[in-house]
């Protein structure tokens, strides 16, 4: 029988001692405080009991991929940069609906260039990010398309928005890059499984097989039983 418990904390679990079977963790207990959780691990498993953790490894293709991406997403975001350049040319067209009057400003032509550079910039990141980033800035700039029926207010709004996705996704990457483990703290984490009273018997790292003979660092694994 399997049984779902929502809403709780890892370190502080509403269940009776000696009482589960396994532990799985995949790229999560490392978010943790490793020194809370696993004596309240040792607390519930039984005497027969097994867990296993894949973790990120700071070294991992993961973490690469991701460091990669998190770095393109900072270029979209920093300041004076593509979202400022969009937020001042909706200002300026709000101003200035007459086409002719819009198209002889200065200021505007001037944003739209910078954007223009900043797209161009964009197109020379390595695949796949370049891919991941010009999606992004396609659905962005149809706010800006011709005869779009949309307000200066609501088309504000929707930029705020796809800059809030970007956000979310450079701050869960930060946290993920925070949670890797290092070599020596992945050691460290065995030393305090083993002072749970388990029995380490698979460790290293989790290669996962791209090709016949090439693999690829998905991170650190941790088997253990009592």
């Known amino acids: 029988n399997v049984s779902f418990l929502g809403g709780i904390s890892i370190d502080a679990m509403p269940l009776e001692d000696d009482s589960v079977d396994v532990a ?21 498993l039984k005497p ?30 920093r300041p004076g940069g593509y979202y400022d350049g969009l937020f001042l040319l909706d200002k300026i067209q709000n101003k200035k609906k007459n086409v002719r009057k819009l198209q002889a400003d200065l200021k505007y032509r001037n944003t739209v260039l910078k954007l223009q550079q900043i797209k161009r910039s964009v197109e ?27 307000s200066s207010s609501t088309r504000r709004q929707s930029i705020k928005q796809r800059r809030a996705l970007l956000e979310g996704t450079l701050k869960r990457y930060q946290e993920l890059t925070a949670a890797a483990l290092s070599r020596e703290q992945y050691q460290t984490l065995i ?10 018997t698979e460790s290293g790292n989790f290669m996962h097989a791209l090709g016949a003979d090439t693999k690829t660092n998905m991170g650190w694994i941790l088997v253990a039983r009592r």
């Open 24 to 44: 799985i963790s995949q790229y999560g207990i490392e978010y943790a405080d490793t020194e809370r959780v696993l004596p309240e691990l040792g607390r519930v």
């Open 124 to 150: 020379g990141f390595p695949s796949p990010l370049k891919k991941f980033l010009m999606q992004h800035i396609t659905v962005t700039n149809r706010l800006f398309a011709k005869g779009l029926p949309i």
């Open 48 to 77: 027969t009991a097994k867990l296993a953790f894949v973790l990120h490894d700071e070294q991992s293709a993961i973490l690469s991929s991701m460091q990669t991406t998190a770095r393109g997403i900072e270029f979209l975001l």
């Open 191 to 200: 030393g305090q499984v083993e002072r749970e009273g388990f029995t380490v």
